[in-house]
């Protein structure tokens, strides 16, 4: 059977194909990519390509994009996808918005007691739901290696997040998984967190303590360091990594690991 969408991806495909030379400067810039397979590299080009073409990006003054530095982006916000089909992850929005650095926004906070604060924070991304993705480039530009630190990975947790309702720290999982495995991983470790810093605010924790805000920061935190901090992941909670290994069909820990067997000055200084 003809399909409409088949054909709209293969002209999309044909009509903006990625240079090798550019496609390896966005390789060399993004360690995290380090390890996966040619099919997987493969998979990502494309998937780089109709991204860029569905989305669009907004920049505001200060912030100039050439197609590297697209593709950098788009890159970064494809990998969490690699192993999840053809299913559109990313719908409900369409625009990403690009702030030279962090920005000012009004948040709202509903207390346990129902009241509404409105205040200014200093964000460097934000996902709101049915809207669009905002990003500092500043952030983006400060990930995209093994530190442990994200911002495209993490906003657009949230908007997978946001894919069955509000943010919740619970996307929706795929068939085999069980909604009660996940909720006592993620929880344990989140009350566990949230433990250490009720007891000592300043404490060393094993992960950003940004994570202890609120379940939906967890997950998207967490899904920073499952594919930028594997090892710390790992090692923290392990069961949340077995819970976003099943999710996101990866395992970063093993690419990581492989290429520190082979080079084992990898990731050296780089966290
Ligand atoms: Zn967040």
Same mark, same amino acid.
């Given at each position: 059977?003809?399909?409409?969408?088949?054909?709209? &991806? &293969?002209?999309?495909?044909?009509?903006?194909?990625?240079?090798?030379?550019?496609?390896?400067?966005?390789?060399?810039?993004?360690?995290?990519?380090?390890?996966?397979?040619?099919?997987?590299?493969?998979?990502?080009?494309?998937?780089?390509?109709?991204?860029?073409?569905?989305?669009?990006?907004?920049?505001?003054?200060?912030?100039?994009?050439?197609?590297?530095? &697209?593709?950098?982006?788009?890159? +970064?916000?494809?990998?969490?996808?690699?192993?999840?089909?053809?299913?559109?992850?990313?719908?409900?929005?369409?625009?990403?918005?690009?702030?030279?650095?962090?920005?000012?926004?009004?948040?709202?906070? &509903?207390?346990?007691?129902?009241?509404?604060?409105?205040?200014?924070?200093?964000?460097?991304?934000?996902?709101?739901?049915?809207?669009?993705?905002?990003?500092?480039?500043?952030?983006?530009?400060?990930?995209?290696?093994?530190?442990?630190?994200?911002?495209?990975?993490?906003?657009?947790?949230?908007?997978?997040?946001?894919?069955?309702?509000?943010?919740?720290?619970?996307?929706?999982?795929?068939?085999?998984?069980?909604?009660?495995?996940?909720?006592?991983?993620?929880?344990?470790?989140?009350?566990?967190?949230?433990?250490?810093?009720?007891?000592?605010?300043?404490?060393?924790?094993?992960?950003?303590?940004?994570?202890?805000?609120?379940?939906?920061?967890?997950?998207?935190?967490?899904?920073?360091?499952?594919?930028?901090?594997?090892?710390?992941?790992?090692?923290?909670?392990?069961?949340?990594? +077995?819970?976003?290994?099943?999710?996101?069909?990866?395992?970063?820990?093993?690419?990581?690991?492989?290429?520190?067997?082979?080079?084992?000055?990898?990731?050296?200084?780089?966290?």
């Amino acid at each position: 059977m003809w399909s409409f969408r088949a054909w709209r &991806r &293969r002209r999309t495909l044909a009509r903006y194909p990625i240079a090798a030379p550019l496609w390896q400067a966005v390789r060399d810039r993004l360690p995290l990519l380090d390890g996966i397979t040619d099919a997987e590299d493969r998979w990502l080009r494309e998937a780089c390509v109709l991204f860029l073409a569905a989305k669009h990006l907004t920049t505001l003054p200060g912030v100039e994009l050439d197609d590297e530095q &697209r593709l950098l982006l788009a890159a +970064q916000a494809q990998l969490p996808l690699l192993h999840l089909g053809d299913l559109d992850w990313y719908q409900g929005f369409h625009e990403i918005i690009l702030y030279p650095d962090d920005f000012k926004s009004p948040q709202r906070h &509903r207390d346990a007691s129902g009241v509404e604060h409105v205040y200014d924070g200093e964000h460097s991304g934000e996902a709101w739901q049915q809207g669009p993705v905002i990003l500092a480039w500043d952030g983006v530009l400060g990930g995209g290696g093994w530190e442990a630190y994200n911002l495209v990975i993490h906003e657009l947790a949230h908007k997978l997040d946001m894919l069955n309702g509000d943010a919740n720290g619970l996307p929706p999982l795929h068939h085999g998984m069980q909604v009660g495995e996940w909720s006592s991983a993620m929880q344990q470790a989140y009350d566990g967190l949230n433990r250490q810093l009720d007891a000592n605010p300043d404490a060393e924790t094993a992960i950003d303590p940004y994570a202890a805000e609120n379940p939906a920061e967890f997950f998207a935190v967490t899904s920073e360091y499952f594919f930028s901090g594997p090892d710390l992941l790992q090692q923290a909670y392990p069961q949340v990594y +077995q819970q976003l290994a099943l999710f996101y069909r990866q395992d970063p820990l093993a690419r990581l690991s492989q290429l520190q067997a082979e080079h084992p000055e990898y990731r050296q200084g780089q966290q």
